[in-house]
């Protein structure tokens, strides 16, 4: 606590702090944070019956439209320090992947292991992950729909092709 009685807070400005029982997705939700940077945190009990344990807690991130971006340090790092929005490469996904940051007018695209950012300009050249899948030549041959990759020597014109380079990271690192 400070010494005006507020919390100390590592991940930003709170704009809200709410007690919920049971969120719509049907999680039991003991803490949820929102923060101005633009995402929710939020502390879990999660069953572990199937797990063969405990109940245990879980702390998670997600957008104010309630999809998942990760942990909270994460979506800190994402939001509040480098400004950018996280959103899901495709509505079928469960976590966020890709996000625009308005400031530096770039799409990023990430997982756990790596993060880039792509903007009008951006050149797809050899060995970049942008220009291999992440699934393997058997697997694309039989499902040739999943290789988002893109052929060298692509260039960003615009901010919805620099879009398209961050969906093709996100896949190959993901």
């Not at 950012?117 to 694309?140: N, P, R």
């Amino acid at each position: 606590m400070s010494a005006a009685g507020r919390p100390q807070l590592l991940l930003g400005k709170v704009l809200e702090r709410r007690q919920v029982t049971v969120d719509e997705k049907g999680f039991k939700v003991l803490r949820q944070t929102h923060f101005k940077a633009g995402y929710i945190t939020e502390t879990r009990l999660m069953n572990g019956e199937p797990f063969g344990g405990k109940d245990f807690k879980m702390k998670v991130a997600l957008t104010p439209e309630g999809d998942y971006i990760g942990e909270p340090r994460f979506a800190y790092r994402l939001c509040k320090r480098r400004g950018i929005k996280p959103e899901k490469a495709d509505p079928t996904d469960n976590v966020c992947s890709i996000g625009f940051c308005e400031a530096e007018q770039k799409w990023y695209g990430w997982s756990h292991r790596a993060l880039c950012g792509f903007g009008i300009g951006s050149i797809v050249k050899e060995g970049d992950c942008t220009a291999s899948s992440g699934w393997t030549e058997e697997y694309l041959s039989l499902h040739p729909e999943c290789d988002l990759s893109l052929p060298v020597g692509y260039t960003a014109t615009t901010l919805a092709e620099a879009k398209r380079m961050a969906i093709a990271f996100a896949d190959s690192v993901g």
